[in-house]
Structures are given as structure tokens and as C-alpha cells.
């Protein structure tokens, strides 16, 4: 494996302890000075320290959408009851007392599990424990780190968990608005003495991106700032330094990519690269929020030349990251002389008998909600194709935003205001079935806890923002055979930040470069004037930037409700009864070369 570079990277600390609230134990390793020659005047021991992220939920192997254990091409199996099997294996290999156990962030959204314990049975309300707590309090957590995805169910909910929690939950760029003052506790340092050796101190920083400000605008304006993560990371390591660390872990819910979703008003959103280039003095970054596999990479620091260690754990509990490190005592202090970093698949091993009993009332409860039926639908309905044709189940959740939209624009001076929505493919998997649907079914379609928006565009503006949603496909000359496969996601475009449009129709000419691919406008069998006016139902995360649309960030709001776009798809069918696309389904987009339909 690679290691960190043995010289001209020795550093010295104060040996003063900081906030110790779980123990970290380091055991012993060969003495060899870095020269390679042994000597007992310079001892040298090893630690590891385990990371997750992006846990999204996820406890047991189970997808809740399918109602069976979870499975996809790469028979990825996912969960903490999982990753707290391999836990128990590093440290029985490596000694329980020689690990520290951290998390990235993004622990609390993203399964019906946490829908349910947010949603109908909200822990803050009902004072339960929150199933994520419970189950990372039994697996020994010394830190975890905010994700945006903790601010969607407000704040509230998130210091309920917060309270919850047997470790803190850092983050260290996030401030009270009214008082600029740290809102949440921005690192740990934890404090361990070995037996005849010098206590050995190991700091956890962590770090969240700053996108929240836009994407969970309801619930954090006006109480929380976010702030440049790389500022607060060159203002706090030193900070740990002088305390006594002696080594720094950065934990930064950030992946390493330097970009950002959202345009140039907040600081960079992918940030952890910058953060190993630009800061002194970090031995190591847990990366996380860009869902990537990182086994182990180095970054150089510019300022000194030393190598960053930087690791990522694949997303939803299928790797742990485990990072070891190797220090040796100079002049009365420790130094890290190396670091690596590998990652393990939970589909090795079987789910902690001990994790699964914690959660198995929770779960028990959430699979049997989720399968309760509300309803019928007339025919299927997949999701499979939505990509690449207008589709039934899409125009569903497009004609119960717009009227939604419509309804709250009544008795308004907008009340006559024509109406489209906006919806993107999140689940290609999908499916309203025929006959009975279920609560499972509705959230299979929409998987996010979005909520609903109306604002204001022109046609001008509608264009525009066709046109940058067309941007998902790869261009394909006249003739050129056509794979659905491989025609999407240009330029690593996430199906989510593809949008499709009811209201109007217009076609995508694939043939044509980005931004000149929508031809045939139009809107009530007219071509779209540029200057008409528009309702556009969309959800939070697209009106407060995300995926970087033009114009409906700054578009005038017209509707802003807080009930989430999924429970709107509930309440439609328990008031309706049934799902029936002849009431809805209109093809009013498709694509096309030169005029010719690509997909008949």
C-alpha cells in the first residue's frame, strides 16, 4: 500500500486534553525509526480508524421499495447491521482498544425507515429514539458529522437525534445566523494514554457542505449559516494542533470532485480536495456526499508537500472505509510516519444479530406501513423508460403538482395563470402497478422528501430552461444507431437533474449541440410567446438552485407549501380512489432527429 512520505514532516503539540468522550486505544507496533534502522528510544504504534457515509437511512439489507432484501447489478448489499459485522472484525484483527469509529454524515434521510420516524411517528414529537441513533449508539460511534440531508425534516427533528446521540455531531462551519457563534461542536479530540507511553491524541474535524443554505432554505434561513469549508478548516486545525492533537482527521461531508451543483453565490459544495491542497497540517480526509468508491488516495498539500491521505465509503452502508496509521515518538512527541487506507464490502459478510434486534420493532413498523394499500390503478405504470419518452407515471406526478399549484392560486391576482409542472426521473425502477397500490408505491416514485414550490417564468424562460434540461443527452447524429443505455447522462448529468414539462409540448432534436435542441414550442396547439406568462410546479431543491436551472432560482414565488410532493401523491389517491392515466397521460414531448421521432 502507499505511505505518507517518513520525512520532513515532523511535527510538535501541546499535550493538552480536549473533550474526551469516547476512549481510543493504540496498540503497539514494531519500533523502526524512518530511516528503517530499529531503535527503542522511538517507539512506534498503530491506530485505525473506520468511516462510513452517507448511510442514508439504511440499517438493514432491505429495500422498502421493492419490499425484499436489497440487491442491484453489482449485488451490492447495504446497511449498518452490516457494516457493524465488519466493525467487530477490525477490531477483533487490529485490538478493540486500537480503533475509532466515525460517520461522514447524510444519516438520517433517504429510506421509509427514517420517512416514518420523521413523518407519521416524528421522534421529536413522540420523544421514541430515533432508529439511526440507536443503532450508531450501539455500534460505538466516536463522531459523526452533519450532512445536508440532515436539515430536510427541520430543525427540530435534527436536534432531537442530535440529543440522542451517545458522541457529538460536529460541524464546525455551520453558525447561528443571529449570533455568528458555532451552532454545532466542531471537532473532538480524543485522548488515550498507552501504558508507559505518552497520552496520544487523535482530533476529528468535521465539515459540511454549504449547499443547504439553498437546498433545505425552509428550515435553515434565518437560523443557520454555512460557511467555506476550506476557511473553517485552515481557521479550526491549528486550533486542534495547539490543543494537542497529534493527528488530524478531517471528516467532510464533501466529496473530492471541487465542483458545485449550484452557482457561484456559496462557497465551493465538492470541497475536499481543496481542503487537503490548501490546509496544513491534516493527516487525513473521510470524504463523503458525492456517493463515490475512494478506496485510498493521496493529496499533496501545497503549502508543505506532505500527502493527505483521502478516502470515500461507498454510499448506503455497502463499504467501510478503514484508514491505519502508523506514528513513531519524536523528541518526546508523536508524529504519523505513514497512513493507508482500504475499503470493505458489507456483501462479505452477514448482518450483527445484535444491530438488527435493536432496529427490529422500527422496521417491522415501517414494512407494514409502507405495504398498506390506498388505492387502485387502472393499468401499470413503469418509470423505466421516463428518460427517454413521455410516460404515464411521470404526467401522474406532474398533474398532481400542477393541481396543487392551481388550487393555491385561487382567489390569487395569478388565479389565471396557466399552469405546467416540472418532474425528474429519481427511480428508474419505479412502478405503479395495476390493482392495489401501496404506500410503498407512492414513495418508490418519488424518493426524495421534496416539497412543493409554484414561481413565475416566462416562455423566454421556459425555452431556457428546457434547453438546459436537454443537456442530459448525448448528441446523436441523423441515422446514428441509438442506445438508450448510453444516450443519457451526458457529461455525468444524475437523472435527477434532468427535467421533463407538462403543460406545453416540444420535441428534443438529439441531433443538435446542447442549448438549440428544443424546436416546436408551444403551448394550447400556439407557439409559446417568449414574453407570456407562467405557474411552474417544481419542488424546493430546484427552486432554491439545485442542479444549477436557469432562472427559477430567482423567479417570484407564488406557491410555497410545506407538505411533501410524495404525501401529495398519497393523499391524491386516497382521496380519488384510483389512478386512471386516461385522466391525466398526455404525450406532450418527445425525441427527435431532424424532425423524425427517435423512439416510436
Known amino acids: 500500500m502507499s505511505q505518507r512520505s517518513t520525512t520532513a514532516h515532523r511535527r510538535t503539540f501541546a499535550a493538552v486534553a480536549v473533550g474526551c468522550a469516547a476512549a481510543l486505544a493504540l496498540a503497539p507496533a514494531a519500533t523502526a525509526a ?10 512506534t504504534v498503530s491506530i485505525t480508524v473506520m468511516g462510513t457515509s452517507d448511510l442514508h437511512g439504511y440499517i438493514e439489507n432491505w429495500d422498502y421499495f421493492t419490499n425484499a432484501e436489497y440487491d442491484d447489478a453489482a449485488h451490492n448489499d447495504v446497511g449498518l447491521a452490516k457494516i457493524s459485522t465488519l466493525v467487530n472484525q477490525v477490531r477483533a484483527d487490529r485490538g478493540e482498544e486500537s480503533t475509532l469509529l466515525i460517520d461522514n454524515g447524510d444519516t438520517i434521510q433517504g ?9 407519521v411517528e416524528p421522534v421529536d414529537e413522540t420523544g421514541e429514539t430515533h432508529p439511526m441513533a440507536a443503532a450508531m449508539n450501539a455500534l460505538g460511534y466516536d463522531a459523526t458529522t452533519l450532512g445536508n440531508h440532515e436539515f430536510n425534516y427541520g430543525i427540530p427533528l435534527l436536534r432531537t437525534y442530535e440529543e440522542q446521540l451517545g458522541f457529538p455531531l460536529l460541524g464546525a462551519n455551520v ?10 461542536t466542531p471537532y473532538v479530540i480524543r485522548t488515550v494514554k498507552l501504558k508507559g507511553e505518552k497520552p496520544i491524541r487523535v482530533g476529528i474535524l468535521g465539515l459540511t457542505t454549504p449547499g443547504s443554505a439553498i437546498w433545505d432554505k425552509n428550515n435553515v434561513e434565518g437560523d443557520l449559516e454555512f460557511l467555506d469549508m476550506v476557511e473553517q478548516a485552515r481557521k479550526y486545525v491549528p486550533e486542534m494542533k495547539s490543543a494537542g492533537a497529534d493527528v488530524v482527521v478531517v471528516s467532510s461531508h464533501a466529496g473530492p470532485s471541487g465542483t458545485s451543483s449550484y452557482g457561484g453565490g456559496l462557497p465551493v459544495e465538492n470541497a475536499s480536495t481543496l481542503i487537503a491542497e490548501q490546509v496544513p497540517g491534516i493527516d487525513a480526509i473521510l470524504a463523503g456526499h458525492e456517493h463515490q468508491e475512494i478506496p485510498e488516495r ?3 498539500n501545497q503549502q508543505t508537500g506532505e500527502q493527505v491521505l483521502l478516502t470515500e465509503p461507498k454510499n448506503w452502508g455497502m463499504r467501510l472505509s478503514v484508514m491505519d496509521f502508523e506514528l513513531t515518538r519524536v523528541r518526546g512527541q508523536w508524529d504519523v510516519t505513514s497512513a493507508n487506507s482500504e475499503l470493505l464490502n458489507t456483501n462479505t459478510v452477514p448482518a450483527d444479530p445484535k444491530i438488527s ?7 417491522r413498523t415501517t414494512v407494514d406501513y409502507v405495504n398498506t394499500a390506498i388505492g387502485t390503478a387502472t393499468q401499470t405504470m413503469s418509470a423505466a423508460e421516463s428518460r427517454i419518452r413521455d410516460t404515464a407515471v411521470m404526467d401522474f406526478v406532474n398533474s398532481v403538482q400542477a393541481g396543487a399549484v392551481d388550487r393555491a392560486l385561487e382567489g390569487t391576482p395569478n388565479a389565471d395563470l396557466p399552469v405546467l409542472s416540472i418532474v425528474a426521473p429519481f427511480n428508474r425502477a ?3 402497478p395495476q ?4 404506500i410503498r408505491d407512492m414513495a418508490g416514485l418519488y424518493v426524495f422528501p421534496n416539497t412543493l414550490f409554484g414561481v413565475e417564468l416566462t416562455g423566454a424562460q421556459v425555452k431556457d430552461y428546457l434547453e438546459y434540461s436537454a443537456k442530459y443527452f448525448n448528441q446523436t447524429a441523423p441515422g446514428a444507431p441509438v442506445d438508450p443505455a448510453t444516450l443519457t447522462n451526458a457529461a455525468g448529468t444524475p437523472d435527477y437533474n434532468y427535467d421533463m414539462m ?4 416540444y420535441d428534443i432534436d438529439i441531433s443538435k449541440p446542447a442549448g438549440q435542441r428544443i424546436v416546436n414550442l408551444s403551448y394550447a396547439g400556439a407557439p409559446v410567446d417568449p414574453t407570456q406568462r407562467f405557474a411552474v410546479a417544481t419542488n424546493n431543491y430546484r427552486q432554491s438552485g439545485g442542479g444549477n436551472f436557469p432562472h427559477i432560482a430567482t423567479a417570484p414565488v407564488l406557491v410555497n407549501q410545506t407538505t411533501e410532493i410524495r404525501q401529495l401523491l398519497i393523499d391524491y389517491l386516497i382521496a380519488e380512489g384510483t389512478i386512471d392515466p386516461a385522466t391525466f397521460f398526455e404525450e406532450n414531448w418527445k425525441l427527435t432527429r431532424n424532425g423524425e421521432r427517435v423512439f416510436n
Open 502 to 505: 407538462s403543460g406545453v409540448s
Open 298 to 300: 493521496f493529496v499533496t
Open 357 to 363: 434486534a435493536i432496529a427490529a420493532e422500527q422496521h
Open 111 to 119: 429510506t421509509s425507515l427514517t420517512d416514518y420516524y420523521a413523518n
Open 435 to 438: 390493482g392495489p397500490v401501496t
Open 175 to 184: 453558525k447561528d445566523a443571529a449570533t455568528g457563534e458555532d451552532a454545532f
Open 430 to 432: 419505479a412502478v405503479i
Open 34 to 43: 524512518p530511516g528503517g534502522s530499529t531503535t527503542s528510544k522511538e517507539p
